[in-house]
C-alpha cells in the first residue's frame, strides 16, 4: 500500500499530486499496489471534488487527522515558503488547470505532503 497524505482537495499541488500518480496507475495495478490518498478535507468536498471522476486512487477525507497524526505529518509554514523557490508557483498553475470542479480549500494550506509505502496499515 502507497499512503499519500496531502492538504485538502482544494489545494491545486495536491490535484496536480493526483493527476501525476495517476498516470501510473497502470504500474500500481500491475504490481497490485493500492494507493491511499489522505486529505484533511470533509467528506462532503471529497465528495464534490470526486464527481464525474474516476481515479484508481482511493481517497479519504480525514479532517481529525488520526492518521496524520499517527504518521508524525504536520504543518509547516518555513517549509511551504521553501517551495514557493522550487517551482511551487508553477504546479499551482498546473494543478489549477486540472480542477473539474472548484473546490474550497479546508484544511491547513501550510500541510507538507508526505508518503508511506507499507505491506500493512497500522491499526487504528
Do not use: W
Amino acid at each position: 500500500m502507497l499512503l499519500k497524505f496531502q492538504r485538502n482537495v482544494g489545494c491545486p499541488i495536491c490535484n496536480l499530486e493526483l493527476h501525476d500518480t495517476e498516470e501510473q496507475s497502470a504500474y500500481f495495478k500491475s504490481k497490485n499496489l493500492v494507493v491511499l490518498f489522505e486529505y484533511e478535507s470533509t467528506a462532503a468536498n471529497l465528495k464534490m471534488y470526486l464527481e464525474g471522476q474516476n481515479f484508481y486512487s482511493v481517497m479519504l477525507p480525514n479532517p481529525g487527522l488520526k492518521l496524520y497524526n499517527l504518521y508524525g505529518t504536520e504543518p509547516s509554514t518555513g517549509k511551504l515558503l521553501k517551495g514557493l523557490f522550487h517551482g511551487a508557483i508553477e504546479k499551482m498553475k498546473k494543478g489549477k488547470a486540472l480542477f473539474e470542479n472548484k473546490i474550497d480549500q479546508d484544511g491547513n494550506k501550510n500541510r507538507i505532503g508526505a508518503c508511506s509505502l507499507s505491506m500493512k496499515m497500522a491499526s487504528l
